[in-house]
């Protein structure tokens, strides 16, 4: 498609505001070169997501409109598009506020059309920006413009001469130190809103700036959890995101001073910096009458001027750049915990544990309905192991479960001692599989008004132990009901933009449900509103029409459920599964509007649809090429092939589960060198968190992932992984982990800086425990809990337990 091509479809914004089709090229353009796709794929995905449709659907359903660009790709440009617009609208609103001041030319004109960035537009709308009445403009109404022309334009001029003609104490103009002072005010704000002055300074400060902290006075013992920081220096443009992230918790806690200094070293009498604004205005030292005056006025402009704004705005850019890595890393971490390994239709008794209050016990059948609940006191002050150990033996007897769940909060340890001991009583033929669950979020939904309507009956804190048995059956299903952001599996949540969070968030998880798909007839209704083209209202009315008329035998079924119109079945329908359904392909993820295409292929296969399905042999000789039209291209009969071996295909890995070893239960019982199995947690930038069963995550540093070099930690390990880890180093007092794994037998010490930070957000939606994202903002790994002398307690009465029952 041709350039011609595009501009004929404008980009049209969803708000329904068209631009001219020379700014659809240019947007259109500028998207393709950063996704690496071409101009005519960008406009068409554009022209889909401005018609309503989305990611997923796009992703999935149009590839030949889009040239084949995938969920990422189309996130990306969805997120550009939003700031390419917002671009062009101001560089609108620019050109008409400089037009209606009658300082509009072609020249300047042609520099705004030809900005590329927000802040570029910003510097060259500078000078005509309303702004209240500076200490230039005084001087402008004072008549001393003129002076500092001349004195700029000819410096052989001798400065106090020339200010005794505009002394006039009826201006204002006391004296000629007063008419120097106002020239040199016009000056210095002349040069402080030159845009190609300023542009180039910003390009100069941005590779040879450093960021440098100290401590605040008096906050060494309140700011001690930033004490990396309290003389500490880096270059602008190589500071990481954590450690941005930070500086910055660290100056709004008051705890530490920024400051951004260039040329810091260089002991000449003019700063590089303060030439470059000497050598974009014309002014030189040659001894001249005027050069000294005129030399001040370029160094009074950068530190007085032009320093402060550029300090601000590249502190700004830090600030966001680090924002948006974090909001990366948080994403990419969610989405390997939605896509975690479901255990599937199992019952599953689930363990929320609790010391002083008990453990709360609840139980789930096989398709996650709540149907027995206890609480069960086995540690202090109750220490009742025996009738606990009785009354979970009797729960699995009775609901024949298959899954011990165990959150893994405070005494998690303990209690997956209790349960190994009940399964020592449970026959072999029964015995369950017990496995530590993240417990994250947890009580944020306990507390919901979702849980109460799931669980009218039910205590708030039972309701937690039934999350945790779900969410093991099936992760997506159960963490789609709780905020995000209560997950908790990112590096300074709490300090990033809330609003670009929680908006690349929900891109996270509406990706993940559709790429799973969701069963029509069991899906809960905050599922389903995850779906493509579903609202909370949608997916609320399609549980209604499912508990009135029962289970819907056809995706067809969908367009009798109340303000379900056709576009909104278009979106969704194909990631809707109905299982024993009238059509057998309405159970897989080909979209009713190919049907045509999948019974084609049936019918050259021969067989009956259900024979053809899952049948490989038949499959497999086919040209897809035989069976495109004028509207399903290569790529679509490519995927319903796909579809039609392997039906109902589920992306996700095979469930697995990490063996804690047995005796290590606290970070007192870790020791160098110890071999232990865990689980990947959370995966920053600097390394990998691993839960290895002691209260408290270990650090595998991004230089002990692998015995290679590791830029990107999300290369080797992702949230959810089973991987083996050997200790490093245990810090007691501060509650660290080094963790490595290296093959290598020299393994270094991880650098002290990046092992202190983690953001993993509240544990069970309560106050983080002392980690970057709580009140606290301790740049440590959060502890999970844990209960003094809780494993005391537990072996003296297990011991206690044995012997009675000998």
Not at 334 to 355: E, M
Request: hydrophobic share 40%; proline share 6%.
């Amino acid at each position: 498609m041709s350039d011609l091509d595009l501009a004929a479809t404008p980009v049209t914004p969803r708000k329904g505001k068209e631009f001219p089709p020379e700014i659809a090229v240019r947007i259109a353009r500028r998207i393709a070169d950063e996704i690496g796709g071409q101009p005519a794929q960008v406009s068409a995905a554009v022209a889909l997501l401005d018609e309503g449709s989305t990611v997923p659907f796009i992703a999935r359903y149009r590839k030949e409109a889009t040239g084949g660009l995938d969920d990422t790709q189309l996130r990306t440009l969805e997120e550009r598009l939003i700031y390419l617009r917002e671009m062009e609208d101001r560089r609108a609103a620019i050109l008409k506020s400089i037009e209606e001041q009658g300082k509009l030319d072609a020249d300047l004109k042609a520099r705004i059309e030809a900005a590329d960035t927000k802040a570029v537009l910003e510097d060259l709308y500078l000078p005509f920006r309303k702004k209240r009445r500076t200490k230039a403009q005084i001087a402008r109404e004072a008549g001393l413009e003129p002076l500092a022309d001349l004195l700029l334009s000819n410096p052989t001029k001798m400065p106090e001469a020339e200010a005794e003609r505009f002394v006039d104490p009826a201006k204002e103009v006391a004296d000629v130190k007063a008419a120097l002072d106002g020239a040199r005010q016009i000056l210095m704000e002349r040069f402080s809103e030159d845009a190609s002055l300023v542009g180039r300074l910003r390009a100069y400060l941005t590779k040879k700036a450093v960021v440098r902290s100290r401590l605040v006075d008096g906050q060494q013992q309140a700011g001690a959890k930033f004490s990396d920081y309290f003389a500490y220096e880096e270059k602008w443009s190589a500071i990481p995101s954590h450690r941005a992230l930070a500086l910055f918790r660290g100056r709004n806690e008051g705890a530490l001073a920024l400051e951004l200094v260039v040329d810091a070293d260089d002991l000449s009498p003019i700063r590089p910096v303060e030439r470059m604004v000497m050598e974009a205005t014309g002014i030189a030292e040659k001894g001249r009458p005027a050069d000294k005056w005129l030399t001040d006025v370029a160094r009074f402009a950068w530190r007085v001027k032009i320093a402060l704004h550029l300090e601000l705005e590249l502190m700004n850019e830090l600030r966001e750049k680090a924002e948006e890595e974090a909001i990366k890393v948080f994403a990419r971490n969610l989405k390997d915990l939605l896509l975690a390994a479901p255990a599937g239709a199992k019952s599953v008794l689930g363990l929320d544990p609790g010391v002083r209050t008990g453990v709360k016990v609840a139980v789930v059948d096989r398709t996650g309905k709540l149907v027995d609940t206890t609480t069960i006191y086995p540690f202090q002050p109750k220490n009742d192991v025996a009738g606990s150990l009785a009354a979970l033996k009797a729960l699995v007897a009775r609901h024949e479960c298959d899954l011990i769940a165990i959150g893994n909060g405070t005494a998690s340890r303990e209690t997956d001692r209790l349960a190994a001991e009940l399964l020592k009583e449970v026959p072999a033929d029964l015995r369950p599989t017990k496995v530590v669950v993240n417990e994250a979020g947890a009580s944020v939904y306990s507390a919901s008004a979702l849980a109460a309507k799931e669980m009218p009956d039910v205590d708030v804190s039972l309701r937690g132990a039934a999350s945790i048995a779900r969410r093991l059956q099936d992760p997506l299903a159960e963490l789609v009901k709780i905020e995000p952001k209560s997950i908790g599996v990112g590096q300074y949540q709490h300090d990033v933009n809330q609003i670009r969070l929680a908006r690349a968030l929900d891109a996270v998880v509406e990706d993940a449900v559709n790429a799973v798909g969701v069963d029509l007839n069991t899906a809960s209704a905050p599922l389903l509103s995850r779906i493509s083209g579903l609202s909370e209202t949608l997916a609320n009315a399609i549980v209604a029409r499912r508990e009135e008329a029962g289970a819907f035998r056809t995706r067809k079924d969908l367009l009798s459920v109340p303000r379900l119109g056709p576009k909104a079945f278009e979106q969704c329908a194909g990631f809707l599964r109905i299982a024993d359904g009238v059509n057998p392909l309405d159970a897989s993820s080909v979209h009713p509007e190919a049907y045509p295409v999948a019974e084609r292929i049936v019918k050259a296969c021969g067989r009956p649809l259900k024979e053809v399905m899952g049948n490989s042999k038949l499959l497999k000789d086919l040209d897809p090429a035989e069976f495109t039209d004028e509207t399903f291209g290569l790529p679509t009969v490519k995927d319903i092939l796909a579809e039609l071996e392997k039906p109902g295909r589920d992306p996700r890995p095979e469930f697995r589960t990490a063996s804690f070893q047995e005796g290590v239960e606290t970070m007192a019982d870790l020791k160098p060198g110890m071999v232990l199995e865990g689980t990947v947690t959370n995966v920053t930038n600097f390394g990998a968190f691993v839960d290895i069963g002691v209260h408290q995550d270990g650090l595998v540093h991004v230089s002990q992932l692998a015995d290679r070099f590791v830029s990107d930690p999300h290369t080797v390990v992702k949230a959810g992984d089973i991987v083996r880890v050997r200790v490093v180093e245990v810090d007691l007092p501060r509650k660290r982990i080094a963790l490595s794994m290296r093959k290598d037998a020299e393994i270094s010490r991880s650098p002290a800086r990046d092992s202190t930070q983690r953001d993993n957000g509240p544990r069970g939606g309560g106050p983080s425990r002392g980690g970057p994202s709580g009140k606290g903002g301790a740049p440590r790994a959060p502890q999970k809990g844990g209960d003094a002398g809780g494993n005391g307690a537990l072996a003296a009465a297990l011991a206690e337990a044995m012997k009675r029952k000998r």
